[in-house]
Structures are given as structure tokens and as C-alpha cells.
């Protein structure tokens, strides 16, 4: 069973995943007999005889995903229902544009998040309310799919939607949102334009919608969401004042820039992913990166278990053991950077095509470079940001060169997108290539033989054109 010897909890998220991609076709209690069914199966696709220790990891392995099924059964069979109406004090923790022409706030209370649908941004993050309303479901996709709000809210811990009759300010109190809208006007007020803007989905993980759509077109957009490139860089970054063995306020400074964030699935997944292997160096064991992803995956299931119909968390998992795998497989080889790029994005594809309708060619050519681009650009520009903020002079001029870094990019990306303008939408035939690549991937990491490989890849395609 070389899965539980490489990555024993890969088989628990591949069951996981099954079982909540089955749940509104079977129900609760076909999935808690589906999961270690699957864990069974995945085990013994992979079993090797020769191979010492496989049976009290399979039991552990058969411990574990049942309680996390249990876990993923009480949560979504029993959500948490409020009281039809509410008084309720609480701090606004999220402001964000909603479609065209509205804006939500999210109002964190001791009863749980509530979602305020606004006509204008009246509100900002870190205000203290006191408000009186009527709760309201969220809205749940019909039978013909679409976008699940009651699953994606429920994934950033929104119990309900609130439609509020009176709401009374309260006086200001310390909190992360307050800190975090501080920090965003001074980067409105103090950067220039595209330099801020990077800096706050870098620091405040704060979406400018423009940006946004740019780097939508060049096939670039993950590196304006916090995710494992945000949270590798300050580990580095860290790294050159700290030692590694200070595992303690390694760890602490690492979550208080995810906080700082907003904790993203992405960013949860990456920090997961770190802590995992740091605690395995403070107790000496040696750490599988596949196996910590998997970790992370399943923690942030068990915590959330919408978080399986986020596309940020699909994204994310989907693009980290492409990552992990390919690097397990053939070593820190330079070549392997070359490929990991098309297969990122060829894995990706159906969940990327699905969600988004198309997928720009010209991101195949652009992140062969872009990591390592705005590695360099982000940490000159938060240097002199912090040193602009101390008063330190000349740094409005340093940041000007920054601000045209950024410019160049820009034409630079333009250009290349008006050579490759080509896009790719949903097709069947390139999904069923990028399923049946992760399947092989994951033969490949594995160690096994042709044949099972060939029929491992054969079947893990079909079902996953079944099940998604």
C-alpha cells in the first residue's frame, strides 16, 4: 500500500472528497460507508507485499476518516440555525463588492456571522454595530448548478443573511478588521496607485477589482490571492532574521500574517502546509510536502466542510500537489519549473474552465517567470513601503521606480497578450486530459506499475467526469 507509505493522508482526502461530491446524491449515511470504502480501495490499488508497517497505518488511516466524515456529517446535516429575528452587538470583519451594483459586509457576533447586503459601502471594516433585523436564508443553487451562496458564506462562518431594521453605531474597540482598514487607507493615501494596489491583496489580501481583471486576461490572477507564493515569501523572508529552530515565533508571525490577510482558504492551506513541516523538523521526523497538503486539505475540511465547494480551496489543493508531486517525483531538477506551469494549468483546466468559461493561453508563457518577478517586485515595494510609513526620506521617489516596475509589467503583459490572444473555453476533450493527468501524476508518485497506472488513470477519469 505505497499511498500509506508515502501519503497516508492523501487517501483520507481522496475519500473525503468523494464522499462530499457524492453527499447530495446519497445522503449522510451513504457517505459514511462510501469513505472508508474509498480509503479501502485506494489502499489496495496501491499495495506492494514486500512493504513492511501497511496495516496499523490503514487502521489509523480507517480511524481517522471516519471521524472526520462524522465531523462533515453533523455539520452539514445540522447546520446552525438562528432565530428569526436579532439583536445582536458584533464588529464588521468584511466589506467586499457583491455583482454590479452592491456590497456586502459580513458582522461577526457571538451568535455568528451575519451577511448585510448594502445598496452603497456605508460601512467599513472594523466598525462596532449594534443591530436589529430579521434573519434571511442564503441563497442556494438550483438543480441546474450555478453559484451556491449559502455554501460559499458558509465556508467564511456566515450563519445567515440579516436584513436589519435599526442599527446603531457603537464606540470604536481594537480589533484585526480596524488595524486592517487602517492599513488600507494609509496604503490608499501613501502609494501610488498600482503600487498600492499590489500591496494591499499582499498585505490585506484587499481585491481591487481593476487589477483583477487584468491579470484575469494575462492568465495571472493567483498571485493577487494569498496563497502559498504570499505565504512562501514571508517564510523566506522571516527566515533571514530567524532561525528555523525558533519553530514558536516562526509560527506566530507566520498566522499573524494570514489573519492579517483575512485568512483565506488559500492562505489557510499554504499556512497548514508550513506548520505541518515545521513541527516535523522541531520533532525531528521527516516530512512528506504531498502529505502536508493533503493535512492541510483535510483540516480545512474538517473545520468547514463547505470549503469543498470553494473554488479557491479546489484551486488551490488541485495546484499545490501538482506542485508537490512533480517535485517529489523528479527532485529540484531546473527542467521540472519549465513543466510545472503547463501542468498546473492543464490540471486545473476543468475546474478553472467551469467556474471562469475560458482560460488565457498567454498565462502558460507569463508564469513560467511571473513568480519569480513579483517576488522581487512585492518585497522591494513592501520594504520601502515600511520605510515610507517611518518617515524615512527620498522613499516617495524609490517608490515612483517601483510604481513603474509595475507599469512596465503591465505593457509588457499587454504585449504578449495581444501576440497569444487565444483562449480556451470548457471543452470535454481537454478536461478528460487534465483529470487523467493528476490520475497519472499520481501513478507516477506512487511508484506504480504500468499496467496498474494505465487503469488507475483509466478509472480515476471516468469517475471524476461522473462525480463532478
Not at 480501495?41 to 496499523?56: A, I, N, V
Not at 432565530?83 to 457576533?109: C, F, H, I, M, Y
Not at 453605531?169 to 503600487?195: D, E, G, N, Q
Not at 530567524?242 to 500574517?257: M, T
Request: glycine content about 8%.
Amino acid at each position: 500500500m505505497m499511498i500509506l507509505v508515502h501519503a497516508p493522508m492523501l487517501s483520507v482526502l481522496g475519500a473525503l472528497v468523494v464522499s462530499l461530491a457524492l453527499f447530495d446524491r446519497t445522503g449522510s449515511l451513504w457517505c459514511l460507508f462510501l469513505a472508508p470504502v474509498f480509503v479501502l480501495g485506494f489502499s489496495f490499488l496501491s499495495y506492494k507485499e514486500e512493504t513492511r508497517g501497511q496495516w496499523p497505518v490503514l487502521a489509523v488511516v480507517l480511524l481517522t476518516v471516519l471521524l472526520c466524515t462524522l465531523r462533515i456529517i453533523c455539520v452539514l446535516d445540522h447546520p446552525v440555525e438562528p432565530p428569526k429575528s436579532v439583536q445582536v452587538e458584533g464588529t464588521v470583519s468584511l466589506v467586499r463588492p457583491w455583482g454590479e451594483r452592491n456590497t456586502v459586509a459580513v458582522l461577526d457576533t457571538p451568535e455568528g456571522g451575519f451577511l448585510l447586503k448594502l445598496r452603497f459601502a456605508t460601512l467599513t471594516e472594523g466598525m462596532c454595530l449594534k443591530v436589529e433585523g430579521i434573519t434571511r436564508p442564503l441563497k442556494q443553487a438550483g438543480r441546474e448548478g450555478g453559484f451556491d451562496e449559502e455554501r460559499y458564506w458558509r465556508a467564511r462562518g456566515v450563519v445567515s443573511g440579516l436584513s436589519t431594521s435599526k442599527k446603531e453605531h457603537l464606540p470604536p474597540m481594537w480589533s484585526l478588521p480596524r488595524f486592517r482598514y487602517a492599513l488600507y487607507r494609509k496604503l490608499v493615501i501613501y502609494m501610488p496607485p498600482l503600487t498600492g494596489a499590489y500591496l494591499r491583496a499582499a498585505w490585506i489580501g484587499q481585491r481591487d477589482e481593476d487589477l483583477y481583471k487584468a491579470h484575469r486576461a494575462w492568465g495571472t490572477s493567483h498571485l493577487l490571492a494569498v496563497s502559498g507564493f504570499h505565504v512562501g515569501l514571508v517564510l523566506l523572508l522571516i527566515s533571514f532574521f530567524l532561525d528555523r529552530r525558533h519553530v514558536l515565533l516562526l509560527s506566530a508571525l507566520l498566522w499573524g500574517y494570514i489573519l492579517m490577510t483575512g485568512a483565506a482558504p488559500s492562505a489557510l492551506r499554504a499556512g497548514l502546509m508550513v506548520q505541518a513541516a515545521l513541527l516535523g523538523q522541531l520533532l525531528g521526523r521527516p516530512s512528506s510536502s504531498v502529505n502536508s497538503v493533503c493535512l492541510a486539505a483535510v483540516l480545512l475540511l474538517f473545520h468547514s466542510p463547505f470549503l469543498f465547494w470553494d473554488v479557491g480551496w479546489r484551486l488551490s489543493v488541485l495546484a499545490a500537489l501538482t506542485l508537490t508531486m512533480m517535485y517529489s517525483i523528479e527532485g529540484r531538477k531546473a527542467w521540472v519549473w519549465f513543466l510545472v506551469s503547463p501542468a498546473i494549468a492543464l490540471i486545473t483546466f476543468p475546474q478553472v474552465a467551469y467556474t471562469f468559461k475560458e482560460f488565457p493561453l498567454v498565462g502558460l508563457l507569463l508564469n513560467l517567470f511571473a513568480p519569480f518577478v513579483f517576488s522581487a517586485a512585492i518585497t522591494t515595494a513592501s520594504l520601502f513601503a515600511l520605510l515610507r510609513f517611518l518617515g524615512v526620506p527620498f522613499m516617495p521617489w524609490f517608490l515612483s521606480w517601483v510604481e513603474g516596475g509595475f507599469k512596465l509589467w503591465r505593457w509588457g503583459a499587454e504585449g504578449l497578450r495581444s501576440l497569444l490572444p487565444w483562449t480556451i473555453s470548457w471543452a470535454p476533450f481537454i478536461a478528460w486530459i487534465g483529470a487523467g493527468a493528476l490520475f497519472l501524476l499520481l501513478c507516477r508518485f506512487l511508484r506504480l506499475p504500468a499496467g496498474r497506472t494505465a487503469a488507475l488513470t483509466l478509472a480515476g477519469t471516468l469517475a471524476s467526469f461522473w462525480l463532478f
